[in-house]
């Protein structure tokens, strides 16, 4: 398993990554009794602000994160645009250029730039994460940052590589400050990964982490239940052997669970050996 060492990160790299994760204020000085009564937190003192350390100051200040329950109804028009458009898609090409021009999903307008996919097209084995990260909107590929090298050296343990694999996300346009897509994103963007899915039609799909699990698998479980576990993704020409794993970005932020991860990998590798998912 020559892919489970990771070097510790530095303090600045820690600051990077919580200010991308939308953390960019500091704690007050007193704790907040969260449980306590609306009339005693309202009656309770304002505290005053302070400045964050000055390592978060010369970082970029991130957007705020969107919580689900606050986002708007999914736009039936915009769904229905994506599927249509989506539908119509003879090759990948011509699936990533109605992505460049589609103008229904408002994420397109905060990114850099699209991230489509990396690997081999024709590839036997199609890794599905759910959106991309600074590195990601910079170069315009999916896992290239930190998670994209231990996403490497994962399937590298395996024998394969990116020209072996197909790898893609089910949102192509990095959300601001790498918050969470909201269902409205997800939904709008879901014809477009699906037809994308299709037109490479793996052997073998594997989606990295919750989000993209519950989204393609359509399931309500989380990702302890669900990784290692075989699904049938059926396509509506084909049905294709699927399994969830952890995302890499979790395993570096969890590497204790590097060792369930390696289950799963070696899942698939004898699947991809044998044509079959046991």
């Not at 239940?225 to 399994?243: L, N, S, V």
């Amino acid at each position: 398993m020559d892919f489970l060492p990771e070097p510790h990160p530095t303090v600045r790299q820690l600051l990077a990554f919580y200010l991308e994760a939308g953390v960019d204020c500091a704690l007050a000085d007193e704790a907040v009794d969260r449980l306590a009564e609306p009339d005693a937190v309202a009656a309770a003192p304002v505290q005053r602000e302070i400045a964050p350390p000055r390592a978060i100051r010369e970082l970029p200040t991130a957007a705020p994160s969107v919580p689900r329950s606050e986002t708007a109804p999914v736009p039936e028009a915009a769904i229905a645009s994506a599927r249509e458009a989506a539908r119509t898609a003879p090759t990948l090409e011509a699936l990533r250029g109605l992505l460049e021009n589609f103008e229904g999903c408002a994420l397109k307008h905060t990114a850099t730039r699209l991230v489509f996919a990396d690997g081999n097209p024709q590839a036997r084995i199609m890794f599905v994460g759910e959106a991309p990260g600074r590195d990601e909107d910079i170069e315009g590929l999916p896992f290239v940052g930190r998670s994209g090298k231990l996403l490497d050296r994962m399937i590298a343990a395996i024998g394969l590589d990116r020209s072996k694999a197909y790898i893609a996300n089910v949102i192509p346009w990095r959300p601001p400050g790498n918050r969470t897509p909201t269902p409205q994103e997800t939904q709008i963007c879901l014809p477009f990964i699906q037809r994308q899915i299709e037109l490479v039609n793996p052997d073998v799909l594997v989606t990295l982490g919750n989000p993209s699990t519950q989204t393609l698998l359509s399931t309500r479980d989380g990702i302890m239940k669900t990784r290692g576990r075989w699904f049938d993704y059926d396509t509506g020409t084909r049905t294709i052997r699927a399994i969830a794993t952890f995302h890499p970005a979790y395993l570096l932020r969890s590497p204790s669970y590097k060792r369930m991860s390696w289950q799963d990998l070696r899942a698939i590798a004898k699947a991809m050996e044998t044509g079959s998912s046991q």
